[in-house]
């Protein structure tokens, strides 16, 4: 045990990003900022502030605005790498050796981790070691869940714990994203349920998880118990509208094949589900279903290639941990790791920066830079042009170049 505890760590140091502890500039740093700097100002959430994060929704970035956010967001982030880890080492040791279990799992890691960089399959400079958590967090969460259901005959005593760990996850992912902490709910009562749906108390004893591990998070996060209901009003509101609004329109040019992807894939579990004479449990496979559409439902609600990296997060890991035929094993292996390379180089994917936005930027930085011989005050990133200095600069004022940067497309 103490050998995957160790191996975990390494891996989780290794393929942690470390992105720079400086905040940077742009419009998701801005809400990045305002999530710390609500923390720093004690805010109330759900009286003076509702978003699509909650009260601890600073633990996704390290960039330093406080010592303790910064070295609690670094620790909660190698967590869930090592989580990821060493559930991914858990569900290949079912079948393999050891060693091979963990070299696989080492693998796969970087992989998903890459892939879950967010903008850093798109972006340069230091936007591109954002990673988003809260996503891996719930391929975790679906890996975890997958070992119990991969085994014949799992122990009662397992079954309850993974169920009941989970639910308690979900309750504090659900304040740090709150979409990402109903994924990981419906993935524990699921996974209960598929246990055997006759055992209501283990169900009853996960949605209690789930909703002690809430309230806790949230009294541990300085916010009063009262403001809890508005804030989940507040949050489900903002959620159930996410999708309507930032909807991609029109579709980018590698639309049709991730579309395509996507229904072949769930065509294929449709018919492995249906199919007889092979050793996947049904119960698996309805667990990868109920996990594809969760991560289809975040490709798709925003059309974007770090989105749709999700669910081909989702498609690596569930084609590396479950027991195919050894006929078909190395075949879907290279299938997958052709898949996820695809999406890391973002063939198809957009451009660096529309030449259309940044044509005059350039220009106009070329003016005022000859003029004041300081860096631009304008940051052109892709799709999108932004000013303004980032959140800390607003708590202690200072010179506007020092704060801004100017990145710009192919020449």
């Not at 569900?91 to 879950?116: E, K, M, N, W, Y």
């Not at 930032?246 to 072949?264: E, G, K």
Request: aromatic share 10%.
């Amino acid at each position: 045990m103490w050998q995957r505890v160790l191996a975990a760590v390494i891996a989780a140091v290794i393929f942690w990003p470390q992105p720079s502890v400086d905040p940077s500039v742009g419009l998701d740093p801005s809400w990045q900022a305002g999530l710390a700097l609500a923390r720093i100002d004690h805010i109330a959430w759900g009286r003076e502030l509702v978003f699509t994060y909650g009260p601890l929704g600073f633990l996704r970035t390290s960039a330093y605005y406080s010592f303790e956010q910064s070295l609690l967001a670094t620790i909660c982030q190698v967590i869930i790498i090592a989580a990821l880890f060493l559930g991914i080492a858990a569900a290949l040791r079912l079948r393999h050796s050891p060693l091979t279990s963990l070299v696989g799992a080492f693998v796969l890691t970087g992989i998903l981790t890459v892939l879950h960089l967010g903008h850093g399959l798109a972006f340069r400079g230091s936007s591109s070691l954002e990673m988003m958590y809260p996503e891996l967090a719930v391929l975790a969460a679906f890996v975890w869940a997958s070992v119990p259901l991969l085994q014949r005959e799992p122990k009662r005593s397992t079954v309850f714990t993974t169920c009941v760990a989970l639910g308690a996850v979900a309750g504090f992912q659900l304040l740090m994203k709150f979409n990402t902490g109903l994924a990981i709910m419906v993935v524990a009562l699921a996974t209960s349920v598929l246990l055997g749906w006759k055992a209501v108390g283990r169900h009853c004893a996960t949605v209690a998880a789930f909703a002690v591990s809430t309230l806790v998070s949230w009294v541990l996060a300085g916010q009063r118990p009262g403001n809890l209901p508005a804030w989940l009003r507040g949050s489900a509101a903002i959620a159930s509208g996410y999708t309507d609004g930032m909807a991609t329109a029109p579709l980018p040019q590698w639309a049709l094949p991730s579309v395509v992807l996507s229904l072949a894939w769930m065509g294929w579990l449709c018919v492995m589900f249906l199919r007889r004479g092979h050793e996947i449990p049904r119960r698996y496979l309805a667990l990868v279903v109920l996990a594809s559409l969760i991560a289809g439902k975040a490709a798709f609600g925003r059309f974007e290639p770090w989105h749709f990296a999700i669910l081909v997060g989702v498609i690596v890991v569930a084609l590396a941990i479950t027991p195919w035929p050894r006929a078909r094993r190395r075949t879907l292996v290279v299938v997958a790791l052709a898949v996820a390379l695809v999406v890391v180089v973002d063939l198809g994917g957009f451009p660096l920066c529309p030449i259309a936005v940044c044509w005059p930027c350039r220009h106009r930085c070329k003016r005022w830079t000859a003029l004041s011989r300081s860096p631009c005050p304008v940051m052109c990133s892709k799709n999108r042009t932004s000013q303004g200095a980032p959140a800390r600069a607003l708590r202690h004022p200072g010179p506007l170049h020092q704060d801004h940067r100017l990145e710009h497309g192919p020449r």
